[in-house]
């Protein structure tokens, strides 16, 4: 049986992730599973994990049994690890991801924690300048070390 390692959530809608990336139903209480809060689904493969159940208008293709990249679901639980416990994990569609700043910002970082310490540094110099500015960007994106932006 799958053992799930964090549930992600698009909405009112819950998955649970095994360490392989599949998307696992949801059964009982979640509970110390790090909770992701997405705008979308993670980033899906086209391979079915679920038992290749055959596809018809009155069953429609789900998620369950799809996979995501286990690359991905080891970089958010590395995540998790590096940030204080109670800050909440982001995922945007288009951004990767992140955290909920305690100031009210995301800070979104990309799909992979590559030159993560190197853009935990540029946040740091980002969040002096606009601290110093007196500015409350609602994002900070350091998806691209080298072209960061905050909005």
């Not at 705008?39 to 369950?64: F, R």
């Not at 996979?67 to 991905?72: D, G, K, M």
Request: hydrophobic content about 35%; overall charge negative.
């Amino acid at each position: 049986e799958r053992q799930p390692v964090l549930a992600w959530q698009v909405g009112s809608d819950i998955y649970w992730i095994d360490p392989e990336g599949i998307l696992i139903r949801p059964r009982g209480e979640p509970g110390d599973l790090p909770l992701v809060t997405a705008n979308a689904l993670p980033p899906l493969s086209n391979t079915d994990h679920s038992g290749g159940k055959e596809q018809t208008p009155s069953n429609p293709p789900e998620v369950w049994g799809q996979s995501t990249s286990p690359q991905l679901i080891q970089a958010i639980l590395n995540l998790r690890q590096r940030l204080s416990p109670d800050t909440p994990l982001v995922y945007d569609g288009e951004n990767g991801l992140g955290w909920q700043d305690p100031n009210g910002w995301q800070v979104l970082i990309g799909n992979s924690l590559h030159d993560f310490e190197a853009k935990m540094q540029l946040y740091q110099i980002i969040l002096e300048q606009i601290q110093q500015r007196g500015l409350h960007p609602q994002l900070i994106s350091l998806e691209h070390l080298h072209a960061p932006f905050y909005k």
